[in-house]
T-cell receptor, first 111, second 113 residues
């Protein structure tokens, strides 16, 4: 089935630094791709999405482009803030609207 | 706004107890899901329902069952809890349209002692 691989380990960076979190997927058909964010003690919130190849999802300064040729959906933000500290999950649809998630990346932004 | 509400934020149960985790959504979504979230493992699908009284096993259904008697409500049942079921449980819902996003509840942190 469809699956997602996120880069290993937490990400620690200084405020205003550039953030990249890598996500690659394996999929059959034409899935949608998502980034979700989880703040401490909360459930997951949709951050952005892309439904077809070359689509760019964007929200709150975050961006990700659906790259079918490299099967990637990397998340980027040009200048992070302390409030961006959270866990970020990449996800791909499969089957009857199920979602397969990556293992998540803890992002810590230091003032 | 879509709202998915889980009945408890925190639960502490003793080994062997029966536990019901309740989830209600207010957007008339056809699909509902139960995931568990563990450090280093991400989210894993326990059960999925695409209609009232319909259910499908996810990746880790052992030790769990579900009930969906009404469209808006999806319950996860742990018949006899064990310590390895200590986890964060997340409920989600989505519409029937293909390849759409899911909306999540705030999660229930279950500790089995």
């Amino acid at each position: 089935g469809n699956s997602v691989t996120q880069m290993e380990g937490p990400v620690t960076l200084s405020e205003e630094a550039f953030l990249t979190i890598n996500c690659t997927y394996t999929a059959t058909g034409y899935p949608s791709l998502f980034w979700y964010v989880q703040y401490p003690g909360e459930g997951l919130q949709l951050l952005l999405k892309a439904t077809k190849a070359d689509d760019k999802g964007s929200n709150k300064g975050f961006e990700a482009t659906y790259r079918k040729e490299t099967t990637s959906f990397h998340l980027e933000k040009g200048s992070v803030q302390v409030s961006d500290s959270a866990v970020y999950f990449c996800a791909v649809t499969y089957g009857n609207n199920r979602l397969a998630f990556g293992k998540g990346n803890q992002v810590v932004v230091i003032p | 706004d879509v709202k998915v509400t889980q009945s408890s934020r925190y639960l502490v149960k003793r080994t062997g107890e029966k536990v019901f985790l309740e989830c209600v959504q207010d957007m008339d979504h056809e699909n509902m899901f139960w995931y568990r979230q563990d450090p280093g493992l991400g989210l894993r699908l326990i059960y999925f329902s695409y209609d009232v009284k319909m259910k499908e096993k996810g990746d880790i259904p052992e030790g769990y069952s579900v009930s969906r008697e009404k469209k808006e409500r999806f319950s996860l049942i742990l018949e006899s809890t064990s310590t390895n079921q200590t986890s964060m449980y997340l409920c989600a819902s989505s519409p029937a349209a293909v390849n759409t996003e899911a909306f999540f509840g705030q999660g229930t942190r279950l500790t089995v002692v």
